[in-house]
């Protein structure tokens, strides 16, 4: 069974850092592209950044770009989310997922979620 | 970046109702078309890939169509368990962008 476990969000203040942690089991994981998807607190979706199953491919949303990285450890089978400059319009549930490629990605399994909040 | 808008935002209905959603694109998008089901304070969930194929271990009561700009995402007969936000999200390109949601309640 897949299984997602985030951790490291809590509360921030503005232009500070965070690194938020993705523990995953249950498959082989440098074999999958791993994606961040956040929702700011009563909102929809939004994609934040993807990473290739070697890590040596990696995207990002404009709204994160030069302040964001994604990172991954197949040794450890972790995913990470490096935050800088954090905006309060950053503040957000975090969600890891798993891609699959099968006709464009999809977004097949996710973790719980851990909570980022922005504020002085 | 490709814009998704659903309609409607909301709709309330009754368990056993056949109920209907639409994603229009901004642009083609194909069949890159995915649906996600999310229940209050959980995650979403995967269940509609590539426009129409069903995710496994989703009820068949659920399907999907389309192509180009224009998707419906069906639920044939409403059970007490689909009350939840839906989302259809483009997967033709980066950023692959998500509809505002749609909220399906009880009526």
């Known amino acids: 069974e897949v299984q997602l476990l985030e951790s490291g969000g809590g509360l921030v203040q503005p232009g500070g850092s965070l690194r938020l942690s993705c523990a995953a089991s249950?498959?082989?994981?440098?074999?999958?592209?791993m994606t961040w998807v956040r929702q700011p607190p009563g909102k929809g979706l939004e994609w934040v950044s993807t990473?290739?199953?070697?890590?040596?491919?990696?995207f990002y949303a404009d709204s994160v770009k030069g302040r964001f990285t994604i990172s991954r450890d197949n040794s450890k089978t972790t995913l990470y989310l490096r935050m800088n400059s954090l905006r309060p319009e950053d503040t957000a549930v975090y969600y890891c997922?798993?891609?699959?490629?099968?006709?464009?990605?999809?977004?097949?399994?996710w973790g719980q979620g851990t909570l980022v909040t922005v504020s002085s | 970046d490709i814009q998704m808008t659903q309609s409607p935002s909301s709709l309330s209905v009754s368990v056993g109702d056949r109920v209907t959603i639409t994603c229009r694109a901004s642009?083609?998008?194909?069949?890159?078309l995915n649906w996600y089901q999310q229940k209050p304070g959980k995650a979403p969930k995967l269940l509609i890939y590539?426009?129409?194929s069903l995710q496994s271990g989703v009820p068949s009561r659920f399907s999907g169509s389309g192509s180009g700009t224009d998707f419906t995402l069906t639920i044939s007969s409403l059970q007490p368990e689909d009350f939840a936000t839906y989302y259809c999200?483009?997967?033709?390109?980066?950023?692959?962008?998500f509809g505002q949601g749609t909220k399906v309640e009880i009526k």
């Open positions: 997922a798993k891609v699959v490629y099968s006709s464009g990605p999809k977004f097949d399994s």
């Open positions: 249950g498959f082989t994981f440098s074999n999958y592209a």
């Open positions: 990473t290739s199953g070697d890590g040596g491919s990696t």
């Open positions: 642009q083609s998008i194909s069949t890159y």
């Open positions: 590539a426009t129409s």
């Open positions: 999200q483009q997967s033709y390109n980066t950023p692959q962008t």
